[in-house]
C-alpha cells in the first residue's frame, strides 16, 4: 500500500511522475463520487481530469495536514462548484434515477434485491445534495470522520448531527418509495 | 441515552470510525424499542448492500491524463534543465570546501566547460578582428566543429552522471550540438533503456526529434516502445516515431498496435495520431 501522503509531497518536490500513482489509486472512487453526486459519465471523467490538474497545479499548497484523499477531495469539490457556477442553466442530471422499477411482483430473491437497490438509489438521489454529499463521502468513498470535517470545515459534533439528519432524511425518502412501489 | 446516540453508534461502526461493542445499557435501550431497531435495521441495510457497484471510466480519461502529465514533465524539465546547468553551479560552489572547488576545477568536465567557453571566447574575438572574410569563415566552421565536440565531450561526461539532475543537464548539453556523434547517439539511447528516472527519459525522447535523420536508431526505438512498462514513455516513444520516423517504421508501429503488442490507451493513441497526420 503507497503511502498517498509521502508520495504527494513527493508530486511537490517536483517528481511529477509520482502523481501516476495517485491517479491511478483513486482514478475509479473520484470517478464514482462525481457520479453519485448526479453527474453523467462523460461530465464525470472530464471532473476528475479537471481534478488532477488542479492536484498538480496546487501541489505547493499541499501541507500534509490532512490525509491527501481528503484534500484531493476538497479540490474535487471545488470543481464541481466553479463547474456549475460556469453554467448556471445546467442542472445535476441523475443517471443514479434512470434505473427502472421492477413492476412485476416476484418472490425471487435476487429480484428483491435490486428492487431494493434500485429504491435506495432513487432514495439517494432523492434528497438534497448536501445531505446526499455527507452520506456518498461516508458511505462509499469511505472517508472517516475526521477526514469528511476537514473536508467540509465544520467540527465532528456537527459532522454527525448532519449525518445523522441526512440518513433520517434518506429512510424517509426510502419508505415513500417502497409505499409507492407497493 | 436516547435513540440518536444509539444511531451515531451505529454509523460510526458501519463507516469504520467507531470499534467500540453495544454497551450493556445500549442493548437494553433497544431492545425494548421495536422503531429504533427497524430505523437501525435500514442503516445497516443501506450500508452493506451492494448498492451500486463502482463504475469504471473509460480509457480516454487514462490517455488524457497521461498526455497533461507529459506536457507537465516537458515544461518541468526544460526549465528545471535551464536551471541546473545555469544556476546549481554557483550554488554548489558556495557550500563546497576550498580543496573540493579546485578538485573540481581539474575534472574533466570542469576542462571541458572552461574549454568550451574559451573556444567560444576565441570564436568572437577573432570574427571581430580579421579582415579577411575567407580566412573568418574557416576558422568560424573550424572553431564551431570544436566547441560542438567539446559539448558533446561534456554531455557524455554528463550522461553517465548518478544524478537524475545531472544527467538531465547532459540531455540538455546534448541538445546543443547538431547530435551528430554517433557514440552520443547510442549512449542517449542506452540510457533511455535503462534509465530509472522518467524525467530523463522523456527529455532524452524530446531530444531525439532533434535528430536529422534517425534512420540507423528507429528500429532500436520501436523494440523499446513495445517492451515499455510506462504507459507515459511508451506513448512518447510512439510520437516519436509517428512524427519523425519513415513510413516503414510508421507501418510496422500500427501492425504492433493492431496485433495489441501495445497498452490499449497507446492504441489508442496512436490511432488518434493518425488520424491527424492523415487529415
Keep these: 500500500m503507497f503511502d498517498e501522503k509521502e508520495l504527494m509531497f513527493q508530486v511537490k518536490a517536483g517528481q511529477l511522475s509520482q502523481l501516476a500513482i495517485l491517479f491511478e489509486n483513486n482514478k475509479v472512487q473520484l470517478f464514482n463520487y462525481f457520479i453519485r453526486t448526479g453527474n453523467n459519465r462523460s461530465l464525470s471523467e472530464d471532473l476528475v481530469q479537471e481534478t488532477f490538474m488542479r492536484v498538480l497545479a496546487y501541489r505547493s499548497s499541499f501541507s500534509g495536514s490532512s490525509t491527501f484523499k481528503s484534500w484531493m477531495y476538497g479540490i474535487a469539490r471545488n470543481t464541481i462548484a466553479e463547474h456549475y457556477r460556469k453554467n448556471k442553466n445546467q442542472t445535476l442530471n441523475c443517471d443514479m434515477d434512470d434505473e427502472e422499477l421492477i413492476n412485476e411482483q416476484t418472490l425471487a430473491e435476487e429480484y428483491e434485491t435490486k428492487q431494493k437497490n434500485v429504491i435506495f438509489n432513487k432514495s439517494l438521489a432523492s434528497i438534497s445534495a448536501e445531505d446526499r ?7 462509499f468513498q469511505q472517508l472517516n470522520y475526521q477526514e469528511i470535517s476537514t473536508l467540509l470545515d465544520c467540527n465532528l ?8 439528519n441526512a440518513v433520517n432524511k434518506l429512510q424517509m ?3 415513500k418509495l417502497v409505499g409507492e412501489n407497493n | ?17 467507531n470499534a467500540n461493542e453495544l454497551t450493556k445499557e445500549m442493548q437494553t435501550y433497544l431492545k425494548g424499542n421495536s422503531p429504533l431497531q427497524a430505523e437501525l435495521h435500514f442503516i445497516e441495510q443501506f450500508w452493506e448492500n451492494d448498492i451500486k457497484p463502482e463504475i469504471t471510466p473509460s480509457d480516454k480519461l487514462d490517455v488524457n491524463f ?15 534543465a535551464q536551471i541546473s546547468v545555469h544556476a546549481s553551479a554557483s550554488e554548489e560552489k558556495q557550500s563546497l570546501p576550498l580543496i573540493e572547488t579546485v578538485k573540481r576545477w581539474l575534472m574533466p568536465t570542469a576542462i571541458a566547460q572552461f574549454a568550451t567557453l574559451s573556444l567560444v571566447f576565441a570564436l568572437g574575438f577573432n570574427l571581430n578582428q580579421t579582415s579577411n572574410n575567407q580566412q573568418n569563415s574557416e576558422q568560424y566552421s573550424g572553431l564551431q566543429k570544436e566547441i560542438s565536440s567539446l559539448t558533446t565531450v561534456l554531455a557524455m561526461s554528463m550522461l553517465e552522471k548518478d544524478t537524475a539532475s545531472e ?18 547517439v547510442k549512449q542517449l539511447i542506452t540510457l533511455l533503456a535503462r534509465d530509472k528516472s522518467t524525467s530523463v527519459r522523456l527529455a532524452i525522447i524530446n531530444s531525439l526529434g532533434q535528430l536529422s535523420s534517425f534512420d540507423s536508431s528507429e528500429q532500436q526505438i520501436l523494440t523499446l516502445a513495445i517492451k515499455e512498462e510506462n504507459l507515459l514513455v511508451q506513448m512518447e516513444l510512439c510520437r516519436l516515431l509517428l512524427n519523425y520516423g519513415s513510413i516503414d517504421i510508421k507501418k510496422s508501429l500500427t501492425e504492433q498496435a493492431n496485433l495489441q503488442f501495445l497498452k490499449p490507451e497507446v492504441r489508442e493513441f496512436i490511432q488518434t495520431q493518425l488520424t491527424v497526420l492523415y487529415i
Design chain 1, 157 to 164: 459534533n456537527t459532522l454527525k448531527s448532519r449525518m445523522r
Design chain 2, 66 to 80: 497521461y498526455q497533461m502529465l507529459s506536457r507537465a514533465q516537458s515544461a518541468q524539465y526544460d526549465s528545471s
Design chain 1, 173 to 175: 425518502s426510502y419508505q
Design chain 2, 1 to 17: 441515552m436516547n435513540n440518536q446516540d444509539i444511531i451515531d453508534w451505529k454509523i460510526a461502526s458501519l463507516a469504520n470510525n
Design chain 1, 133 to 139: 454529499e455527507i452520506i456518498v463521502l461516508s458511505r
Design chain 2, 167 to 184: 544527467r538531465l543537464s547532459g540531455v540538455a548539453y546534448s541538445r546543443q550540438t547538431d547530435l551528430s556523434d554517433p557514440l552520443l
